[in-house]
């Protein structure tokens, strides 16, 4: 068979035979900024074409480029703990968006409640539950990050690479990026006619459709790409009382990307997206007791239980839910000189949730519900970045970055007797100015030294508008915290392809406001956290590159730790969930991670972390338990972070005959017992946990068709993706599981 045959076959495999280095893919670039700003948008293809014939070979793994520094390097030379996928690898492993990130990932937890989404690194995230709290991990769309926590599960739609990088990162992304970092980014439109079509069938009535066309419109001067996804499925969960389902996919996806190469050194590329996905995941479903000793309320009078295994649940709403998000970016690369590259990146995304008919109480009764609930969010932001090189040695990175923010969340809560009974129409204000800088020096030709740092100031303003069974509240209030996060790093290559470093770096997250907390007090607002970050590591490459091994171990002092925990109206009785700087923690761990290629046509990859996350001295009275007073929580487990945490993947290709190719994959993950509280209740957990996905891969010699057999959760297996405890007279755990066996057949075309 022709090498280019080979090539053009491993590019058309639909789930990627590309994939085949088992998740650490990125194709390599020339130019500096072109992975990120699309300046070389033709290098692009090139450089895939190269990857996919280094996957098929397997002599080497392939050299991995990432930008995680806002400049394009290799990743065994970045001094950073960083994971990077490329979107074929994405694809053929079954990961299609940021909530089974988790699949591949070291040290990263992922989970949903109520609407709610959770990401956490090396344990530390933010569980917010309103506007008022940010997150702990930072997610970004082609450089744009993302306002709050209600947006970051983007599906990667013709994506060309994910990074996500571990511990903080407070000189290139600032505020909340305490945990880390997941930077998403597109691929970039090239000066080839090409593109691609893949239809999907499935259990619970899957069908889908997605592709892309790329088209260069002006010779070499003006490129367009357009990528489309539609994605339909009935709900897995059984809703027994009401005879209907909910957790249904219905998701609309369509981008169009435009790169205009004004001269030879300088371009601009402008991205609109818009999603719609009406999608119905059930808001929250009981789950069972909080406490051994009390029955819930379901149980106490009888009514129909929920049977976890079967995927039934008994509620009497059935909640809709409507998504619209627009996102465009203009991304303005100028090489101003030999040795200067500025950019310009400006980025605006509206982001709008609708939800109905929200059952609260978790029974059949017609006790609380939500008939509303609203989650409008706004944001701008503009940053300007400038490389420089000095000659071989000194190499500097400067920017400044303004974000503004403008979220609302009305929310109405009825009971059995009054629909408006609680009325709440927050709104929060967000302005965010930041300049950072970072200089790299090699004192010799084997030890380089960066020194970096970022000062930042959030300014945030809040307006409540409430009305409480009757009784009208307006509540006000401003506020602003100031940091600035140092970072130091020394590196050393004692031989090729083998770096030791050590750094010390700061995270910060701002302050803010209780958004919907008790609203006949003053706001309740909560202090910034900080995280100082002490690691050590290593990236090696043995036998010729037919192994790489990455080992690192950090450190991690945190304090003023926000946390979700429930505070009681002493004259109603009424608890209300608040965020709250509720102690220090200590967090140190090790994160391993592997690839080899032991023979051709097999590759092997995975990762392991082990985590110690503990709370310093603080009280509180556990809800659930108020009977025991303020506990000492000294040494409990933080929230979702477990004790350890591994992946494996496997795949391997062989020809099967002349014509056709074959190749065979599998993914499979592991974790330890997590807490979802800081009392560390013995019911509010998740225990030990593994999925296993697979998939087995057809495709003719000469690229244009595949067909893929895969499955998702393989085993079937039942656990919970998040949970909360529900405080009351029959006290209960609510909260959302994770999806259940997936399985289809994927047809893919490409021309």
Same mark, same amino acid.
């Given at each position: 068979?022709?090498?280019?045959?080979?090539?053009?076959?491993?590019?058309?495999?639909?789930?990627?035979?590309?994939?085949?280095?088992?998740?650490?893919?990125?194709?390599?670039?020339?130019?500096?900024?072109?992975?990120?700003?699309?300046?070389?948008?033709?290098?692009?293809?090139?450089?895939?074409?190269?990857?996919?014939?280094?996957?098929?070979?397997?002599?080497?793994?392939?050299?991995?480029?990432?930008?995680?520094?806002?400049?394009?390097?290799?990743?065994?030379?970045?001094?950073?703990?960083?994971?990077?996928?490329?979107?074929?690898?994405?694809?053929?492993?079954?990961?299609?968006?940021?909530?089974?990130?988790?699949?591949?990932?070291?040290?990263?937890?992922?989970?949903?409640?109520?609407?709610?989404?959770?990401?956490?690194?090396?344990?530390?995230?933010?569980?917010?539950?309103?506007?008022?709290?940010?997150?702990?991990?930072?997610?970004?769309?082609?450089?744009?990050?993302?306002?709050?926590?209600?947006?970051?599960?983007?599906?990667?739609?013709?994506?060309?690479?994910?990074?996500?990088?571990?511990?903080?990162?407070?000189?290139?992304?600032?505020?909340?990026? =305490?945990?880390?970092?997941?930077?998403?980014?597109?691929?970039?439109?090239?000066? +080839?006619?090409?593109?691609?079509?893949?239809?999907?069938?499935?259990?619970?009535?899957?069908?889908?459709?997605?592709?892309?066309?790329?088209?260069?419109?002006?010779?070499?001067?003006?490129?367009?790409?357009?990528?489309?996804?539609?994605?339909?499925?009935?709900?897995?969960?059984?809703?027994?009382? =009401?005879?209907? +389902?909910?957790?249904?996919?219905?998701?609309?996806?369509?981008?169009?990307?435009?790169?205009?190469?004004?001269?030879?050194?300088?371009?601009?590329?402008?991205?609109?997206?818009?999603?719609?996905?009406?999608?119905?995941?059930?808001?929250?479903?009981?789950?069972?007791?909080?406490?051994?000793?009390?029955?819930?309320?379901?149980?106490?009078?009888?009514?129909?239980?929920?049977?976890?295994?079967?995927?039934?649940?008994?509620?009497?709403?059935?909640?809709?839910?409507?998504?619209?998000?627009?996102?465009?970016?203009?991304?303005?690369?100028?090489?101003?000189?030999?040795?200067?590259?500025?950019?310009?990146?400006?980025?605006?995304?509206?982001?709008?949730?609708?939800?109905?008919?929200?059952?609260?109480?978790?029974?059949?009764?017609?006790?609380?519900?939500?008939?509303?609930?609203?989650?409008?969010?706004?944001?701008?932001?503009?940053?300007?970045?400038?490389?420089?090189?000095?000659?071989?040695?000194?190499?500097?990175?400067?920017?400044?970055?303004?974000?503004?923010?403008?979220?609302?969340?009305?929310?109405?809560?009825?009971?059995?007797?009054?629909?408006?009974?609680?009325?709440?129409?927050?709104?929060?204000?967000?302005?965010?100015?930041?300049?950072?800088?970072?200089?790299?020096?090699?004192?010799?030709?084997?030890?380089?030294?960066?020194?970096?740092?970022?000062?930042?100031?959030?300014?945030?303003?809040?307006?409540?508008?409430?009305?409480?069974?009757?009784?009208?509240?307006?509540?006000?209030?401003?506020?602003?915290?100031?940091?600035?996060?140092?970072?130091?790093?020394?590196?050393?290559?004692?031989?090729?392809?083998?770096?030791?470093?050590?750094?010390?770096?700061?995270?910060?997250?701002?302050?803010?406001?209780?958004?919907?907390?008790?609203?006949?007090?003053?706001?309740?607002?909560?202090?910034?956290?900080?995280?100082?970050?002490?690691?050590?590591?290593?990236?090696?490459?043995?036998?010729?590159?037919?192994?790489?091994?990455?080992?690192?171990?950090?450190?991690?002092?945190?304090?003023?730790?926000?946390?979700?925990?429930?505070?009681?109206?002493?004259?109603?009785?009424?608890?209300?969930?608040?965020?709250?700087?509720?102690?220090?923690?200590?967090?140190?761990?090790?994160?391993?991670?592997?690839?080899?290629?032991?023979?051709?046509?097999?590759?092997?990859?995975?990762?392991?972390?082990?985590?110690?996350?503990?709370?310093?001295?603080?009280?509180?009275?556990?809800?659930?338990?108020?009977?025991?007073?303020?506990?000492? =929580?000294?040494?409990?487990?933080?929230?979702?972070?477990?004790?350890?945490?591994?992946?494996?993947?496997?795949?391997?290709?062989?020809?099967?005959?002349?014509?056709?190719?074959?190749?065979?994959?599998?993914?499979?993950?592991?974790?330890?017992?997590?807490?979802?509280?800081?009392?560390?209740?013995?019911?509010?957990?998740?225990?030990?946990?593994?999925?296993?996905?697979?998939?087995?891969?057809?495709?003719?010699?000469?690229?244009?068709?595949?067909?893929?057999?895969?499955?998702?959760?393989?085993?079937?297996?039942?656990?919970?993706?998040?949970?909360?405890?529900?405080?009351?007279?029959?006290?209960?755990?609510?909260?959302?599981?994770?999806?259940?066996?997936?399985?289809?057949?994927?047809?893919?075309?490409?021309?």
């Amino acid at each position: 068979m022709k090498r280019h045959q080979i090539t053009r076959t491993v590019r058309g495999l639909g789930l990627g035979a590309a994939a085949l280095l088992g998740g650490c893919l990125v194709s390599a670039q020339a130019s500096a900024q072109s992975q990120t700003q699309g300046t070389a948008a033709s290098q692009t293809g090139q450089s895939s074409r190269a990857t996919l014939k280094s996957a098929l070979d397997d002599t080497q793994i392939e050299t991995v480029v990432v930008t995680a520094e806002k400049r394009a390097e290799k990743l065994q030379s970045v001094p950073i703990a960083i994971a990077a996928f490329a979107g074929h690898t994405l694809q053929h492993a079954g990961v299609n968006s940021v909530s089974q990130l988790d699949l591949l990932s070291p040290s990263l937890q992922y989970g949903t409640r109520s609407g709610n989404i959770f990401i956490a690194i090396r344990g530390i995230g933010q569980e917010g539950q309103d506007i008022g709290s940010q997150p702990g991990v930072v997610v970004s769309l082609d450089g744009v990050p993302l306002l709050n926590n209600f947006m970051m599960d983007p599906t990667f739609l013709d994506v060309q690479r994910v990074e996500v990088l571990r511990g903080p990162q407070g000189t290139f992304e600032g505020m909340n990026a =305490l945990g880390g970092a997941i930077n998403i980014y597109s691929n970039v439109p090239t000066d +080839r006619y090409e593109g691609g079509l893949s239809a999907t069938v499935g259990n619970y009535s899957r069908f889908g459709l997605k592709g892309y066309v790329n088209i260069p419109l002006v010779s070499n001067r003006l490129l367009a790409r357009i990528a489309f996804q539609t994605d339909r499925a009935d709900g897995w969960l059984k809703n027994g009382y =009401l005879g209907t +389902r909910n957790n249904n996919t219905d998701l609309t996806e369509v981008r169009g990307s435009l790169l205009a190469k004004i001269s030879h050194n300088f371009t601009v590329r402008a991205i609109i997206e818009h999603t719609r996905d009406r999608s119905n995941p059930a808001f929250s479903i009981l789950i069972g007791r909080a406490r051994p000793d009390v029955p819930t309320l379901s149980q106490a009078l009888g009514l129909p239980q929920n049977n976890i295994q079967d995927l039934t649940a008994y509620f009497n709403t059935r909640n809709l839910r409507d998504v619209k998000d627009f996102r465009s970016t203009i991304i303005a690369n100028w090489q101003a000189a030999p040795n200067l590259d500025i950019v310009s990146t400006t980025g605006f995304i509206e982001h709008d949730i609708r939800m109905t008919n929200l059952d609260v109480d978790l029974t059949t009764l017609n006790l609380y519900s939500f008939p509303f609930i609203g989650i409008y969010s706004k944001e701008f932001t503009q940053e300007l970045t400038a490389n420089a090189n000095f000659g071989r040695r000194a190499q500097l990175t400067a920017g400044a970055f303004y974000m503004h923010g403008n979220s609302s969340e009305p929310l109405y809560l009825a009971t059995a007797t009054d629909n408006s009974a609680f009325v709440y129409h927050p709104n929060e204000k967000l302005n965010s100015y930041a300049l950072y800088a970072q200089f790299r020096y090699s004192l010799t030709r084997k030890l380089r030294a960066t020194f970096g740092g970022r000062y930042t100031i959030v300014d945030k303003s809040f307006y409540m508008d409430a009305d409480i069974l009757g009784f009208p509240f307006i509540n006000r209030a401003k506020d602003s915290w100031s940091s600035f996060t140092p970072r130091f790093v020394l590196d050393y290559t004692p031989r090729k392809n083998v770096m030791v470093y050590a750094s010390v770096s700061k995270g910060f997250k701002a302050g803010g406001f209780n958004t919907l907390g008790d609203v006949s007090k003053p706001v309740n607002i909560f202090n910034p956290e900080y995280v100082w970050n002490y690691e050590a590591g290593t990236k090696s490459e043995f036998f010729n590159k037919r192994l790489s091994l990455d080992l690192d171990g950090f450190y991690d002092n945190y304090t003023n730790v926000q946390q979700t925990v429930f505070r009681t109206n002493l004259q109603t009785g009424v608890r209300y969930p608040e965020v709250d700087n509720v102690a220090s923690a200590t967090i140190k761990g090790i994160e391993l991670s592997y690839e080899a290629i032991p023979y051709p046509g097999l590759t092997v990859s995975g990762s392991a972390t082990r985590l110690f996350a503990t709370y310093g001295q603080f009280y509180s009275i556990d809800p659930i338990y108020p009977e025991l007073g303020n506990q000492n =929580l000294s040494g409990k487990r933080m929230t979702q972070a477990p004790k350890w945490q591994f992946s494996m993947a496997g795949a391997y290709n062989f020809l099967v005959s002349d014509q056709v190719m074959m190749t065979l994959r599998a993914d499979y993950k592991w974790q330890s017992k997590v807490y979802f509280d800081i009392y560390n209740d013995a019911l509010d957990t998740r225990g030990a946990y593994g999925l296993l996905n697979g998939s087995v891969a057809l495709a003719t010699v000469d690229g244009d068709w595949s067909l893929t057999a895969w499955v998702h959760n393989a085993f079937d297996k039942r656990y919970v993706s998040d949970m909360n405890m529900s405080p009351s007279a029959n006290p209960a755990r609510a909260g959302s599981l994770g999806l259940p066996r997936m399985y289809g057949l994927t047809l893919h075309y490409h021309f």
